[in-house]
């Protein structure tokens, strides 16, 4: 059984940034889709990003060109760069992932199904934006 945690959260003012991290442990998997969501208090839990086995990146229009997903070389860690944090930024930080035994996994069939798409999750690192 595949395990992730993420770490890095913490409290940062607003305009700050912050990385976090999350370590997929080791696997077989060729094909898959890692995310991070992330939810508010009082909140549904909205997608942020995605990058597949081959590399292919989707962000969320909600924090494009402020959060940045990536992968290191070796795939066992999930990265996303946090850049001009907002108050409404704040929430706890899930990283996730979709293992595939055959077949590509698709930033499309993810973004279509959402946060049911992805069965592996980590524990959440909360993240607090304040002045």
């Known amino acids: 059984q595949v395990h992730m945690e993420e770490s890095g959260g913490g409290s940062v003012r607003p305009g700050g940034s912050l990385r976090l991290s999350c370590i997929v442990s080791?696997?077989?998997?060729?094909?898959?889709?890692l995310a991070w969501f992330r939810q508010a208090p009082g909140k549904e839990r909205e997608g942020l990003a995605i990058i597949e086995d081959d590399g292919d990146t989707n962000v969320a229009d909600s924090v494009k060109g402020r959060f940045t997903v990536s992968q290191d070389a070796g795939k066992t860690t999930l990265y996303l760069q946090m850049d001009s944090l907002k108050v409404e930024d704040t929430g706890v930080y899930y990283c996730?992932?979709?293992?595939?035994?055959?077949?590509?996994?698709?930033?499309?069939?993810?973004?279509?199904?959402?946060?049911?798409?992805?069965?592996?999750w980590g524990q959440g690192t909360q993240v607090t934006v304040s002045s």
């Open positions: 996730a992932a979709h293992f595939r035994e055959e077949g590509p996994c698709y930033i499309e069939d993810a973004l279509e199904r959402g946060a049911g798409f992805f069965y592996t």
């Open positions: 080791r696997h077989t998997y060729t094909h898959y889709c």
